[in-house]
C-alpha cells in the first residue's frame, strides 16, 4: 500500500469512532457554545428555539458568562435556532430536525459585520478562554483602522508582544513599504511563520517559504486577522507564528468602504544629530533621509446579488513608499562603467530613492447554494515591485542592487461547509496561487558591469553576484502552489472532535545569471581575489506536503483537555533540467533526482485548561505540542545536482601588471578543486533526507495564567519554552580536524573594540596539501555529538476594553537563547563562538497600544515599542602576510590570500535600545447611514534616531550607521463607511 492510499485509511479510520458518541434520553435539548471568529467565548447571546411543534412557539435563554447555553425538555420537531448580539451579524440555524434522546450540540460562530439582520447587546464578552489552549491576539479591520499603524505586513508586528522582526523593518508610518517579512516569537523560527487566507495556505513554493513572502494583505478585503504564537493545535504543521486573514463577505444590504493616507518629506522631521555624524554618518547623506511620498488608497463594496442566496464582495488598494536607502545605497557610484569603478564615489547629483509599489484587485463571491451547503470564491490579482531590493549585510551601492518585479502574481481559492446534522460539519476548500519574480539589473547596469567586492569599506559595487540564485544574482522566478484541506467535526456538549486533512503541491523554478561569471574582490584599491561561478544555472524542484490530524475538546466539569496528534509527510524531488554553458562551464544535462526528502513524521499535541474557580474568571492552561520544521522544496533545491554540483570557487588575484584584468598566471589554487567538473560536491546523507522522525523539530511547551480583574479587563501570565531537534552538519569527509594547522594574530587596537590589541588565538588554516579538497555530506549532528537551542521566556501582558468605550492592550515580554555548537566536524576553528547566549537584554521588548474616546466624536489612540538594540558585530580582513609570524607559512590559499575573522563574540555588545510612540488622533461626522473620519497621525513623535544598521567590517568605516529609524512623520487621512 503505497502513502496516499495510507493517509486515506488512516483519516477514514478516525472517523470511525464518532458513532459511539450519541446519547439517549426521554426528550430533546438544544446546547452549545457560542464563540466569535477568533475563538473566543460570548456571553449575553439571545438564543430562541421557535417550533410549530412548541406550543408557546418559542424558547429563549441567554447563554452565560463562559458562552455556554441550554435548552430542555424540547419536543421532536424542526427547529429553527437564532442567535443575536449587538455588533455581530446574526447567526441563524435553521430546519434543524431533533428527535427524541438527542441533544443538538448546535455551535455559533459569529462574526463582526453588518447583515440585514442586525442583533443588541445583552451582555460583556469575557476576557478569559477557559477551554482553549493556544494563545493568540485577533484584530478587526476596524481595530486596525482605528491605530496609528501602516496597514502592512510589518505594522501588525508593532502590536503583537514578542514578536520579532528584523531592526531594518522597524517601520515608521509605512516608512519601509510593504516588504516581505517574518517574524519569530518564544523562540520560533521565522520560516516556520504560516500565512493563510480563509484556513489555506498562501507561501511560497521557493525554498522553505515561510513568512510574508511576496503576497501582501489587501487592508480593505479584511474582516478580522488572528495571530496564534503558542499551545496551537494538531491543524497547523509548524510552530511558528500562525496568520489566518479571514476576508469579509458581503451581505443582504450594500456596503461600502474607503480610506486614503498621505505623507511626503514636507511632512517629516530632520533626526540626524551629532553623535551620529560623530559615528561617520556622511553630512550629505544626513540631509536627504526624508521618506520620499508614502500613500495608501483603499475602496471596497459588498452587497447581494441575489437576497439570502448570492453575495459579493469586491474590495481594491493602491499603495506604496518611496523611500532612501542605507548608506552606500543612497547614491549611485560617480565610477560606474570606468576603469575605477571598484572606487566608491558617491555621485551627489544622483541621489537614489527606492519604490515600493503594490497593488490588490480582489473579489469574493458568497454562495448559499442549498440550505445547508455554502460556496465561497475569492480571487486576489496582485502587482508588485520592490525597486530595487536591498539584502541586510550587503552594503551595496544602487548599481549592486537589483529590480525584484512580481507577475504573474495572483490567489484563487474555493472553500465549502456543509452543517449536515446538528452534530455533524462537512468543511473542504481549494487554492492555487502563483508568483513569478522577475530579478532584472538597475537602469545602466550591463552585461560588461562586473560585481566587486570592496573589503576595506565593506561595500558591493558594479552589479549584484551573492550567490548563483537568481534572487542573489539575476533572472527569474516561477512560484506555483495548489493546496487542498478536508474536515470533518462532530459536537457534543462534552466533547468537540474534528478530523481532516490537508495536501499541497509546491513548484518552484528558476533561472539565473552573473555578469562575466565573476565577482572581483579588492581591498586598498588593490585586486585581490576572485570569484568563479558556474552560471548561468539554474533550479527546479517539486514537494508534495501531506498532513492528516484528529483532535477532541473533551470537558470534564472545570477541565477542558485539547487531545490532538498530527501525522506528516514531506516528498520532494528535483526535475530532470537543462542549463546552458557558461563561461567556466559547458551545457549541463541533469536527470531528476527523488527522495529529496521522504519524511514521515508523527507529532503529538496536549493541553489542559482549568477554570480555577467555576466562575470563568480565571483559567490555568498548560500545552505541550511537537512541530516539525517548514521546508517545502528547500531540500530538494540545494540537493538538485545544478547547485549540488561546486557552483562557485574563489581564488586569490596578483595584479602584477596593475591593468585590473585577470589573467591565468595571476591567479592563485582554486579553493574547490572540484569547480567546472560534473562532479557532485555537496550530498546529503540517507537519514537527512529520508526516513520516520528524521525531520527537523521542535517541541513547545507553555504555562499561562489568564485572569479578568474586572469586567472586559485581563491579565496574562505565561511561561513559554521551546527546543530544537535533528540538527544537521555539513561535513566535508576530504579532510579531518587534525589536517588543520593553528594560529593566532593581535586585534587592532580600538577603545571602541573588547579585547583591544589583545591576542586572537582558536583560528585554524587548512594544511597546504588538503587546499581546495571538497567532498561534502550533510549529516545529522548528533553523529558529532549533538547541537542543542533552547529558549525560556515569559510573557505578561493586560488586556481590556473600558466601559467608556476605550481599548487598552501592552506588556512585556523577555527571554533567552541558548545554542551549543561545539561538535567540530572540519575544521577546530568551528569550537570559537560555539557556545552562545541571545541574553534576556537582546530580547526584552515593551509593547503597548490603545484608542480613548474624547468629546465631541474625538478619539486618541497610541501605539509604543521599547526594542532591544542590535547587536554589534567587528568582521576583521587580515592577510597572508599578517598571519605568517604565527602559522609559520601562508595562508594555503597564497601569499596573496585573505581572512575574515570576527572579533567580537555574538551577541555580547549592543547598540543602545529603539523606542518609538506614535499617536493618532481622529474626529467622526456621520451624514445618514454614511460614517466620514479625518484622521492626524504622528508616527515616530519623539524623533528617535534609533541605528538599525551599522558598518561591520573593521575599518575606517566601522560601526558607521547604515539606517537609522526614520524621522518623526506626519501624515494626514480621511476614510468612509456605509
Not at 504543521?237 to 456596503?255: D, K
Not at 485539547?562 to 567556466?584: F, K, M, T
Amino acid at each position: 500500500m503505497d502513502i496516499r492510499k495510507a493517509a486515506i485509511v488512516l483519516w477514514c479510520v478516525m472517523l470511525l469512532p464518532v458513532a459511539a458518541l450519541a446519547q439517549t434520553a426521554a426528550s430533546g435539548s438544544i446546547a452549545g457554545v457560542v464563540r466569535d471568529s477568533s475563538g473566543g467565548v460570548l456571553p449575553g447571546v439571545t438564543v430562541e428555539a421557535a417550533s410549530p411543534a412548541l406550543i408557546e412557539k418559542v424558547r429563549t435563554t441567554v447563554s452565560d458568562d463562559q458562552g455556554r447555553y441550554r435548552i430542555e425538555n424540547l419536543r421532536p420537531g424542526v427547529y429553527t435556532v437564532t442567535f443575536t448580539l449587538a455588533g455581530f451579524s446574526t447567526f441563524r440555524r435553521e430546519a434543524l430536525e431533533l428527535s427524541t434522546g438527542f441533544t443538538a450540540a448546535i455551535n455559533a460562530e459569529m462574526r463582526v459585520g453588518e447583515l440585514q439582520e442586525t442583533i443588541t447587546v445583552t451582555g460583556e464578552a469575557p476576557v478569559v478562554d477557559i477551554s482553549n489552549v493556544r494563545t493568540q491576539d485577533v484584530f478587526s479591520r476596524d481595530d486596525i483602522d482605528a491605530l496609528p499603524v501602516s496597514k502592512t505586513s510589518n505594522g501588525y508586528a508593532a502590536l503583537l508582544l514578542g514578536a520579532n522582526l528584523g531592526a531594518r523593518n522597524q517601520d515608521v508610518g509605512g516608512s519601509e513599504g510593504d516588504t516581505t517579512s517574518s517574524w519569530t516569537i518564544h523562540g520560533s523560527r521565522g520560516d516556520d511563520m504560516m500565512p493563510t487566507v480563509d484556513g489555506m495556505r498562501m507561501n511560497r513554493a521557493m525554498g522553505a517559504g515561510g513568512g510574508f513572502r511576496v503576497y501582501a494583505i489587501n487592508n480593505a478585503a479584511v474582516q478580522e486577522m488572528t495571530f496564534q504564537t503558542s499551545g496551537i493545535s494538531a491543524e497547523s504543521e509548524t510552530g511558528g507564528v500562525q496568520v489566518n486573514i479571514v476576508p469579509r463577505e458581503g451581505g443582504n444590504t450594500f456596503s461600502g468602504y474607503g480610506a486614503t493616507s498621505y505623507s511626503n518629506s514636507a511632512m517629516q522631521s530632520a533626526n540626524v544629530n551629532d553623535a551620529l555624524l560623530r559615528r561617520g554618518l556622511r553630512p550629505e547623506v544626513a540631509n536627504q533621509l526624508e521618506i520620499q511620498r508614502i500613500y495608501d488608497g483603499n475602496v471596497a463594496l459588498g452587497g447581494p446579488l441575489k437576497q439570502d442566496r448570492l453575495w459579493f464582495y469586491t474590495a481594491h488598494r493602491w499603495w506604496g513608499t518611496t523611500k532612501p536607502l542605507p548608506v552606500p545605497g543612497f547614491y549611485f557610484n560617480a565610477n560606474q562603467a570606468t576603469s575605477s569603478a571598484h572606487v566608491y564615489e558617491p555621485d551627489t547629483d544622483r541621489p537614489y530613492f527606492g519604490t515600493l509599489p503594490r497593488r490588490s484587485h480582489s473579489v469574493r463571491m458568497t454562495w448559499q447554494a442549498a440550505d445547508k451547503h455554502k460556496v465561497n470564491m475569492l480571487y486576489d490579482l496582485q502587482r508588485h515591485c520592490t525597486c530595487p531590493q536591498n539584502y541586510a549585510g550587503q552594503n551595496a551601492t544602487p548599481e549592486a542592487m537589483a529590480n525584484h518585479r512580481y507577475t504573474p502574481h495572483s490567489l484563487t481559492q474555493g472553500s465549502w461547509t456543509n452543517p449536515a446534522t446538528n452534530r455533524l460539519l462537512f468543511e473542504g476548500g481549494a487554492s492555487y496561487y502563483v508568483m513569478g519574480i522577475k530579478y532584472d539589473e538597475q537602469v545602466g547596469v550591463g552585461p560588461n558591469d562586473i560585481a566587486i567586492q570592496d573589503l576595506t569599506t565593506g561595500y558591493t559595487l558594479n552589479s549584484r553576484a551573492i550567490t548563483v540564485r537568481a534572487g542573489d544574482a539575476y533572472g527569474d522566478v516561477l512560484d506555483q502552489v495548489w493546496a487542498t484541506k478536508a474536515a470533518v467535526s462532530y459536537v457534543t456538549g462534552t466533547h468537540n472532535f474534528k478530523t481532516g486533512i490537508m495536501w499541497t503541491f509546491n513548484r518552484a523554478v528558476e533561472d539565473s545569471r552573473i555578469h562575466g561569471d565573476v565577482k572581483y574582490v579588492f581591498q586598498n584599491g588593490v585586486p585581490v581575489q576572485l570569484i568563479q561561478w558556474a552560471t548561468p544555472s539554474g533550479n527546479d524542484a517539486e514537494a508534495i506536503n501531506n498532513g492528516v490530524f484528529a483532535q477532541d475538546q473533551w470537558t470534564m466539569q472545570n477541565l477542558t483537555l485539547n487531545l490532538g496528534v498530527r501525522w506528516d509527510y514531506l516528498h520532494a524531488w528535483a526535475p530532470a533540467r537543462r542549463s546552458e554553458a557558461g563561461r567556466w562551464v559547458s551545457a549541463r544535462e541533469y536527470d531528476r533526482l527523488d527522495d529529496v526528502p521522504r519524511f514521515n513524521d508523527v507529532s503529538p499535541r496536549v493541553g489542559a485548561a482549568y477554570d480555577l474557580f467555576g466562575n470563568g474568571r480565571t483559567a490555568v492552561k498548560v500545552a505541550v505540542g511537537r512541530y516539525v520544521q517548514n521546508i517545502n522544496t528547500d531540500i530538494a533545491r540545494n540537493n538538485a545536482p545544478s547547485w549540488a554540483e561546486v557552483t562557485s570557487t574563489t581564488r586569490t588575484w596578483n595584479d602584477a601588471n596593475r591593468d585590473l584584468v585577470p589573467q591565468e598566471s595571476e591567479l592563485g589554487p582554486s579553493s574547490n578543486v572540484r569547480f567546472g567538473t560534473r562532479t557532485i560536491g555537496t550530498r546529503s546523507d540517507e537519514d537527512v533526507r529520508t526516513g520516520f522522525g528524521n525531520r527537523q523539530y521542535n517541541w513547545q511547551t507553555s504555562a499561562v495564567v489568564q485572569h479578568e480583574l474586572r469586567a472586559g479587563v485581563g491579565l496574562n501570565v505565561g511561561y513559554y519554552r521551546t527546543w530544537y531537534g535533528n540538527f544537521s552538519v555539513t561535513d566535508n569527509l576530504a579532510v579531518t580536524p587534525a589536517d588543520f594547522d593553528p594560529y593566532c594574530i593581535t586585534a587592532p587596537t580600538d577603545s571602541r573594540l573588547p579585547g583591544s590589541g589583545n591576542q586572537v588565538c582558536g583560528l585554524y588554516d587548512i594544511r597546504p596539501g588538503r587546499f581546495g579538497q571538497v567532498d561534502n555530506l550533510i549529516t545529522l549532528a548528533k553523529n558529532f555529538g549533538g547541537r542543542s537551542e533552547v529558549y525560556n521566556g515569559v510573557d505578561i501582558s493586560l488586556t481590556g476594553r473600558l466601559p467608556n468605550g476605550a481599548q487598552l492592550s501592552g506588556g512585556v515580554s523577555t527571554g533567552q537563547t541558548a545554542i551549543d555548537n561545539c561538535n567540530i566536524v572540519d575544521s577546530p576553528q568551528e569550537s570559537r563562538f560555539c557556545e552562545t547566549t541571545l541574553p534576556f537584554e537582546g530580547q526584552t521588548q515593551i509593547k503597548a497600544h490603545g484608542v480613548y474616546p474624547l468629546p465631541w466624536d474625538l478619539s486618541v489612540a497610541v501605539t509604543f515599542q521599547d526594542l532591544p538594540g542590535i547587536p554589534v558585530a567587528s568582521n576583521y580582513t587580515v592577510t597572508s602576510t599578517q598571519i605568517r609570524p604565527s602559522l609559520g607559512r601562508n595562508l594555503s590559499a597564497g601569499a596573496n590570500a585573505r581572512v575574515t575573522i570576527p572579533l567580537i563574540e555574538p551577541n555580547t555588545v549592543f547598540e543602545d535600545r529603539r523606542q518609538q510612540l506614535d499617536v493618532r488622533l481622529a474626529r467622526t461626522f456621520a451624514v445618514g447611514r454614511t460614517r466620514l473620519l479625518g484622521t492626524f497621525e504622528i508616527y515616530n513623535a519623539l524623533n528617535a534616531n534609533s541605528i538599525l544598521a551599522s558598518n561591520a567590517t573593521f575599518g575606517a568605516r566601522w560601526l558607521e550607521p547604515v539606517e537609522i529609524l526614520s524621522g518623526r512623520l506626519l501624515k494626514f487621512g480621511a476614510q468612509f463607511t456605509f
